[in-house]
């Protein structure tokens, strides 16, 4: 019997907290901190792991995974995600803070153990999807350890915050969401992309390398002192990071044309987020010449990017996550019903989202 999967219940917990935290980061309600773990702590960070134990049996062409393999990682984050959040409801406290990173980093372990188990064990090549989910899971751990650290370096407070943001939005979900794109897009359209694994080779250790030089770069930075040639690391590592995503889109618009212009279904929100990134990427190099507020960029993140990515692959997946097995006409039903204005909803959040990033 096929393993019931933890993804449609991850799947609406994570919309109903991105699109609350969308709300509260931009009417201001409740500390940036609090809204920020709601959406990406409490709603991304768990799914985006269920999300991996799902594809990764996909891409080793193994079984599916156990119970425990499948909701173990994301429960465990999950637990990590409620924590953080009451931690930042009430007093902020390093000693719950450090335990929901403790939790969360367990949890991701954990899952990259078993990824590595799943392709060790495959058989024929190594599929390359494979590598941007474990490039992922180190940003996040790298990011959690910068939280575990954060007490026993109080000098270094800011860096490490500066660290953990970059390394979590850019490098652990710009990756997971960059690798899983390349397949599910064509999935959407009912279209092959025979570029896309060697896009996937091509492009794993620019994306990783820029997302680390963004990382390291805004976190040694320090306004009017500290080391010169960290603003300019990161200025690099932006530029390379947006060719990558530039190139993914090209290499889309070439192969698929119009179908990624449609007022319905999935693919034309997942090219909305895509494009998303890309626009908050020249958003962040704006602010890193000084020329935006940083905090508007986090619900730009949100919502030009997370709302229309993880609403357009719900909308694909969630007939089949429910459902597992071959595809029947009730799939297609639900599936329409779900992706109806998928174009339309998707555009209408990279707009705002965008419009929110830019305010000055
Ligand atoms: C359980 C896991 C996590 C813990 C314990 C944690 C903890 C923290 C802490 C202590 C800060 C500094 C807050 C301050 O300025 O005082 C921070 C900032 C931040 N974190 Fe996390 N974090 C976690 C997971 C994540 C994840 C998964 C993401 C994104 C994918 C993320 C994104 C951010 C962002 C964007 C900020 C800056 C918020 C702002 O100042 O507006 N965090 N986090």
Do not use: K
């Not at 710009?174 to 899983?180: D, F, R, S």
């Not at 030089?213 to 002192?225: E, F, K, N, S, Y």
């Not at 990161?234 to 995503?245: K, P, T």
């Amino acid at each position: 019997m096929a393993t019931v999967t933890p993804l449609p219940l991850l799947a609406i917990t994570a919309l109903l907290a991105l699109a609350l935290a969308g709300v509260l980061l931009v009417t201001g309600q409740t500390a940036p901190q609090l809204a920020a773990h709601l959406a990406f702590a409490l709603g991304v960070m768990p799914l985006v792991l269920a999300a991996l134990g799902y594809f990764v049996p996909v891409l080793t062409r193994s079984g599916a995974a156990s119970r425990t393999a499948a909701w173990g990682p994301p429960m465990m984050a999950l637990a990590g995600g409620v924590l953080a959040v009451s931690s930042f409801a009430t007093d902020f406290s390093a000693t719950g803070l450090s335990l929901a990173a403790s939790l969360a980093g367990i949890a991701a372990i954990s899952l990259g153990a078993w990824t590595l188990r799943r392709a060790q064990h495959m058989l024929g090549p190594r599929h390359r999807g494979l590598d941007w989910y474990l490039a992922a899971l180190g940003f996040l751990l790298l990011a959690l350890l910068a939280i575990i650290l954060m007490p026993h370096f109080p000098e270094q407070r800011n860096a490490l915050r500066l660290f953990h943001l970059h390394a979590n939005l850019l490098g652990f979900i710009g990756l997971a969401a960059l690798g899983t794109l390349q397949v599910l897009l064509p999935t959407c359209i009912g279209q092959s992309d025979p570029e896309a694994a060697l896009r996937l080779r091509r492009d794993v250790g620019w994306a990783a390398g820029s997302a680390l030089l963004i990382a390291v770069g805004t976190a040694l930075t320090r306004p009017g002192q500290g080391v010169a040639a960290a603003p300019a690391l990161a200025l690099l590592g932006a530029v390379i990071y947006g060719g990558v995503v530039l190139r993914t889109l090209h290499a889309w618009r070439t192969r698929f044309g119009s179908g990624l212009v449609q007022a319905h279904g999935a693919a034309p929100s997942l090219v909305s987020a895509t494009l998303g990134l890309l626009g908050l990427l020249i958003l962040g190099i704006a602010h890193g010449f000084g020329g935006l507020p940083a905090r508007p960029a986090v619900a730009g993140f949100v919502i030009a990017f997370l709302l229309p990515l993880v609403s357009g692959a719900a909308a694909q997946l969630l007939p089949t996550w429910l459902r597992p097995g071959p595809q029947s006409p009730w799939h297609q039903a639900l599936r329409a019903r779900l992706c109806r204005w998928g174009g339309v909803r998707g555009l209408t959040l990279l707009l705002l989202g965008l419009l929110i990033a830019g305010l000055p």
